[in-house]
């Protein structure tokens, strides 16, 4: 079965359409999907960016915060814009790594864009994500210990240098495995169609 | 007829696309197209940017210009990547105002265009928009004095003002009677459907 590389960080806002539209549209063109949490943080500093380009250029920041109001509209996406903006996802992202590494990722994953995008709640308090494993049936203390783990920090800083050398400046990006990159939700349906191809 | 305002820069690389799409896909929704060309440049300077952001974040211009390349075979569209960008568009945008006046404006946006990045010629050069000029049958010298006027030229600085005061940060952008701003060629069919229902 063809894959398809999914980039995603959790603070990024057109990351939350496509985390939730893409497990049916790939299952649908049977295409199989590799979820890739990664960090932003560092790709951005790279470029001179301390914050979200979002927040760096208001015009930008305004038009995007309405785009997605309009896009979560049409695609019935419950949207709520978050008080606070970008959010740390770092304990996410390493939880999201056990979480797939289990077979429960993409039901993580999508409770996280939900409670962050759909319910405007913060998902750096750890709180919040013990709620999204609770009602999981999972065990947040063993997962929180586990996200401290060298292992786990290290496999999130791999991935994310493994993102940057493949060329990813933004999320969400796909990768194909003839080496093609797309990036925003936009080109969601345009990367499964070249992986299927490949 | 409900109106869409079409905001494009001859030096952005979407905008081509864009420009070669609008007219049918306006005319087929029974939306009457206002061509507005201006100028990134004061508004990339407001914002700290002396070149574009494709050239000042290299790994985004990269991107870019992949990603144009196969938008373009998938639309049919000729393709070549110019050897200078950006180019300067200050004449051909002046000359654009004339040409809009005088209900040849299309043909010479779309010949603009494909010029520059379907033959990858250098559009700041005089003679390459003279040829395009006495290709359409138009009058060269008469055509590059108007566009030395005051009037022309303060036209000109006064769509680029009036793009800003809407909060436009980039091309293509489509504006609605009701206030709505879209990005982007990949907006273009939604910014269509939305002036059609307002």
Do not use: H
């Not at 992202?93 to 759909?118: C, H, M, T």
């Amino acid at each position: 079965m063809p894959v398809l590389d999914f980039w995603f960080e959790f603070a990024s806002t057109y990351s939350y359409p496509a985390a939730m539209r893409i497990g049916a549209l790939a299952r649908d063109a049977g295409v199989s999907v590799c979820w890739r949490p990664f960090l932003l943080g560092p790709i951005f500093a790279s470029q001179g960016w301390d914050n979200s380009p979002f927040n760096i250029y208001p015009a930008k920041g305004r038009y995007m915060w309405r785009d997605l109001e309009r896009l979560c509209a049409s695609l019935d996406l419950p949207f709520q814009r978050p008080r606070q903006f970008p959010q740390n996802g770092l304990v996410a992202a390493r939880i999201a790594l056990s979480a797939l590494d289990e077979g429960w990722g993409e039901e993580f994953i999508a409770a996280v864009y939900r409670e962050q995008f759909g319910e405007g709640r913060v998902i750096g308090d750890p709180a919040v994500i013990r709620d999204i494993l609770l009602n999981l049936k999972r065990d947040p203390k063993a997962l929180f210990e586990r996200a401290q783990t060298d292992e786990v920090k290290g496999r999130l800083r791999a991935q994310t240098e493994e993102a940057k050398e493949r060329g990813i400046f933004g999320a969400p990006s796909f990768t194909t495995a003839d080496g093609e990159l797309f990036w925003g939700n936009d080109r969601l349906e345009q990367a499964i169609a070249w992986a299927k191809k490949t």
